[in-house]
């Protein structure tokens, strides 16, 4: 008889029931109810039991201050303790309970990142909140207190001294905050495709990074109402290039799913079986460069049926 064929590992999810103690106004979209959405449909469809459950941990202040400003953590964790309100820009609402609640955020994204290295599983999809794209090094804004993508990637290059990473982002808000913190640095390629003119008001196509980073940075931007075919060609077009020159030692997407054509933000036309072929994009790219080293991430994403589907697509590419 021919010797048993190794099994490979299963794609990790990160989930913690404390992510939904990041208590926000009625008024605002970014809910517990979004977390609890997509564990929901996902138990539906049986992908839950199928995934590795990975526990999240408190990322500490060292990795955050890799992005953020020591002060900025410093005053996060004062204003929740004071009881919270809504941080500078006033769009981004923190409750006692959001400081540790962020740092759980992050630190999904870095144990999902220790699990990939490890080999515990081959990739890895982190159903984490608050999301983090937005937030800047001195500031949070857009929903987003720490940078969870931006944190993920630096302590990749501290702690498992990986040299090149690669961000992919489809939201479609462009991640200003990760731009900003990377934006002079040619060891993180950020790619981001996004409706243009829209929120936050950057991500044009002539923000290419500065300094040693000229050229490391990728806008895609698009114009409203754009379909999930010309979403997906135009990020395909700037990136496999992009990866084929860059190299990267290991893949991290910001996974926003509000280009959804039923998300009541975004204003885009992508349908559930567009984010499994924005999947295959991503896991292709890591397949090819870095051993299938991938680790997706979710950002927004506000009608609650269409994130959990667009999710389960996802998911169900990764363990595929």
């Not at 303790?81 to 769009?91: C, I, Q, S, V, Y």
């Not at 395909?236 to 959804?260: M, N």
Request: glycine share 12%; charged share 20%.
């Amino acid at each position: 008889m021919p010797p048993e064929t190794a099994r490979k590992p299963a794609t990790g999810l990160v989930y913690h029931p404390d992510y939904l103690k990041h208590a926000v106004p009625a008024w605002h979209p970014e809910q517990p109810q979004r977390l609890a959405a997509i564990v929901e449909h996902l138990k539906e469809v049986g992908l839950w039991d199928k995934a590795a459950h990975i526990q999240p941990v408190l990322a500490d202040v060292e990795s955050v201050a890799e992005v953020h400003s020591t002060r900025y953590i410093a005053d996060v964790e004062d204003f929740c303790e004071r009881g919270g309100g809504l941080l500078d820009w006033g769009d981004t609402p923190v409750c006692p309970a959001s400081y540790e609640v962020a740092l759980l955020a992050a630190g999904g994204a870095i144990a999902a990142c220790d699990a990939v290295m490890a080999g515990q599983v081959r990739n890895a999809f982190c159903l984490v909140r608050p999301p983090g794209h937005h937030a800047r090094p001195r500031g949070g804004m857009g929903f987003c207190v720490f940078n969870n993508v931006a944190i993920a990637a630096r302590y990749l290059q501290r702690k498992h001294g990986l040299a090149r990473i690669l961000i992919a982002d489809w939201d479609v808000h462009h991640g200003n905050g990760t731009q900003e913190a990377f934006y002079s640095d040619p060891t993180v390629l950020y790619v981001s495709v996004h409706r243009y003119p829209f929120y936050p008001g950057t991500g044009t196509a002539d923000e290419t990074g500065t300094g040693e980073g000229q050229g490391a940075n990728v806008n895609v931007p698009l114009h409203g109402g754009t379909a999930g075919d010309e979403f997906i060609g135009a990020l395909r077009k700037e990136v496999e290039p992009a990866a084929e020159k860059f190299r990267p030692d290991f893949v991290l997407v910001s996974a926003g799913f509000d280009a959804h054509r039923d998300d009541p933000l975004g204003g885009m036309l992508l349908d559930d079986a567009d984010y499994a072929t924005l999947a295959r994009l991503v896991r292709g790219i890591a397949e090819k460069h870095c051993d299938g080293r991938l680790v997706v991430v979710l950002e927004g994403g506000y009608d609650l049926g269409a994130l959990g589907r667009g999710a389960a697509e996802v998911l169900r590419v990764l363990m595929g």
